[in-house]
C-alpha cells in the first residue's frame, strides 16, 4: 500500500460523518501515485489537491492575517503536511491544532513520509507516530489522521527509455 493512516481521536468518525471517508481515500491515493518518485513536491502537490477539489480559496489561511495556510481543506476537514522530512510531525500537529481551537476545523490529516533512518532504534514510522501523539496528547487534543506515505526515492531518468543515448541527437558529418 503507498500510504497508511492511523486515525487518533476519532477523526476516523469525524472524516465518515461528514462523507469524506471515500474522498479521502482518493485523495491520498492520487497523491501517492502522482508525487511517486518526484524530486520538486510542492506544486505537483498543489496541482492535484486541487483537481480533487481541496484547495478552495480563502478557506486554507490558519490564521487572519497570516500567510500561513494548510495544504487543502474541504468540509471543515484541513490537510496539512510534508513530504521532506518525518521529523515535521510536530510542526504540523501544532498547526492543526490552533485551526482547530480557533474553530475553523473539526479534525486534520497530517501527510508525512514514512521515511526515516534505516539506523533508527526507534521502530516504524506508525510506531514513533503513535508514541509521538501520546506523548502530547495534554497539548494536541484536535482529532487527527496521520498519513504515512512511502514515496520512494527520486526516480531521475537517463534518458534511454525515451530511446535517447548519452551521447545526444545524431547530427549528419559534413561532406
Same mark, same amino acid.
Given at each position: 500500500?503507498? &500510504?497508511?493512516?492511523v486515525? &487518533?481521536r476519532d477523526?476516523d +468518525?469525524i472524516i465518515r460523518?461528514?462523507k !469524506?471517508d471515500r474522498d479521502? +481515500?482518493?485523495?491520498?491515493n492520487?497523491?501517492?501515485?502522482?508525487?511517486?518518485?518526484?524530486?520538486q513536491?510542492?506544486?505537483l502537490l498543489?496541482?492535484?489537491?486541487?483537481?480533487?477539489?481541496w484547495?478552495e480559496?480563502?478557506? $486554507?489561511?490558519? $490564521?487572519?492575517?497570516r500567510?500561513y495556510?494548510?495544504? #487543502?481543506f474541504?468540509k471543515?476537514?484541513?490537510?496539512d503536511?510534508?513530504?521532506a522530512?518525518?521529523?515535521?510531525i510536530?510542526?504540523g !500537529? &501544532?498547526? $492543526?491544532?490552533i #485551526? &482547530?481551537?480557533k474553530?475553523?476545523i473539526?479534525? #486534520?490529516i497530517?501527510?508525512l =513520509?514514512?521515511?526515516?533512518?534505516? +539506523?533508527?532504534? !526507534?521502530?516504524?514510522?506508525r510506531d514513533?507516530?503513535?508514541?509521538e501523539?501520546?506523548? $502530547?496528547?495534554d497539548?494536541? =487534543?484536535?482529532p487527527?489522521?496521520i498519513?504515512?506515505f512511502n514515496?520512494?526515492?527520486?526516480?531521475i531518468?537517463?534518458?534511454?527509455e525515451?530511446?535517447?543515448?548519452?551521447s545526444?541527437?545524431?547530427?549528419p558529418?559534413?561532406?
Open positions: 500500500m503507498p &500510504f497508511e493512516i486515525h &487518533f477523526s +468518525k460523518k461528514k !469524506l479521502v +481515500k482518493v485523495t491520498l492520487y497523491l501517492s501515485d502522482v508525487l511517486q518518485g518526484t524530486i513536491r510542492g506544486e498543489r496541482q492535484a489537491l486541487d483537481e480533487m477539489g484547495r480559496n480563502g478557506s $486554507l489561511n490558519i $490564521l487572519d492575517g500567510r495556510q494548510y495544504k #487543502g474541504k471543515g476537514v484541513a490537510l503536511g510534508s513530504f522530512a518525518y521529523e515535521y510536530l510542526e !500537529l &501544532f498547526r $492543526l491544532e #485551526g &482547530f481551537r474553530g475553523k473539526d479534525c #486534520g497530517l501527510m =513520509t514514512a521515511a526515516r533512518s534505516e +539506523k533508527s532504534s !526507534l521502530g516504524t514510522s514513533l507516530a503513535i508514541a501523539v501520546e506523548y $502530547l496528547s497539548i494536541i =487534543t484536535i487527527v489522521s498519513a504515512l514515496l520512494g526515492p527520486p526516480v531518468s537517463d534518458g534511454e525515451e530511446g535517447g543515448d548519452e545526444g541527437p545524431s547530427v558529418e559534413n561532406e
